[in-house]
């Protein structure tokens, strides 16, 4: 019997990150659980069953954690066939006001961070053939005022993700998931038009984009699949809006 698939999964602490696990070791895959914030990793790691998942606190931003990050999963579990990054964060700010250390933390925590992290995985995932997902953002391709440092970290993603398809392939294939507006813990109760305005009629679940990871993580379903981006946004960035 071959061991269980080993993937990595940064911002793995809260929200979409956490779902993420969940859904992977739902699928019998093994999780190495990343993020700096330490206590709230540790809260999760101790809601899964003992021996699927392994929780290291790092700050992915920084390129000595995440390589650190990446040899501790395998050495951990023995192989690594996955990477999720996830991690990310926002500034808003008027762009006036947006400081060069606000845009630079932005940036090494959403863009960098994957770059960091697949650098060092690299050779790991092409001993068995793996896939690296990357988690980017509609924002990457709308915005909303004064979110400048987060929509450039996603569109930047997106170039990455392909980019990266073309350099590690065939071994490695690499694709993205762009969420829109994804309801996770801390939303207040939603109103019927926040559904109502979505082409699939509701705003999405966390679950909507882990479904998503997994199939991408899986080369049984997903092996022709590479350098894509994946919108999971209920078609809100097909839809066209104008004042009436």
Same mark, same amino acid.
């Given at each position: ?43 999760? %790691? ?5 021996? #699927?998942? &392994?929780?290291?606190? /790092?700050?992915? !931003?920084? @390129?000595?954690?995440? =390589? ?58 092409? %001993? ?5 997902? #990357?988690? &980017?953002?509609?924002? /990457?391709?709308? !915005?909303? @005022?004064?979110?400048? =440092? ?95």
């Amino acid at each position: 019997m071959s061991s269980p698939r080993v993937t990595l999964v940064t911002g793995a602490a809260q929200g979409i990150g956490a779902g993420i696990a969940r859904q992977l070791v739902g699928d019998g895959w093994q999780v190495c659980l990343v993020d700096r914030a330490e206590e709230k990793l540790g809260r999760v %790691e101790e809601s899964f069953p003992a021996g #699927t998942v &392994a929780a290291m606190a /790092a700050d992915v !931003s920084d @390129p000595a954690q995440a =390589a650190r990050a990446v040899e501790e999963a395998r050495s951990r579990f023995g192989r690594l066939d996955g990477l999720v990054s996830n991690a990310g964060i926002m500034v808003s700010a008027p762009v006036e006001q947006l400081s060069t250390s606000d845009w630079d933390r932005v940036l090494a925590t959403n863009l960098s961070a994957t770059f960091h992290l697949v650098r060092t995985a690299a050779n790991h995932l092409r %001993e068995g053939g793996g896939s690296i997902v #990357t988690i &980017a953002s509609t924002r /990457a391709h709308m !915005s909303e @005022p004064d979110t400048e =440092a987060y929509a450039a970290s996603k569109g930047g993603l997106v170039a990455l993700t392909h980019a990266l398809a073309i350099s590690l392939g065939p071994r490695i294939r690499v694709n993205c998931v762009s969420p829109g507006w994804i309801e996770t813990e801390g939303y207040g109760e939603l109103r019927p038009v926040d559904h109502a305005q979505h082409p699939a009629g509701r705003v999405g679940k966390v679950a909507d984009v882990a479904q998503a990871v997994s199939f991408l993580l899986d080369g049984d379903r997903s092996g022709f699949v590479t350098g894509s981006e994946f919108v999971v946004d209920g078609g809100m960035t097909r839809k066209m809006i104008y004042a009436e």
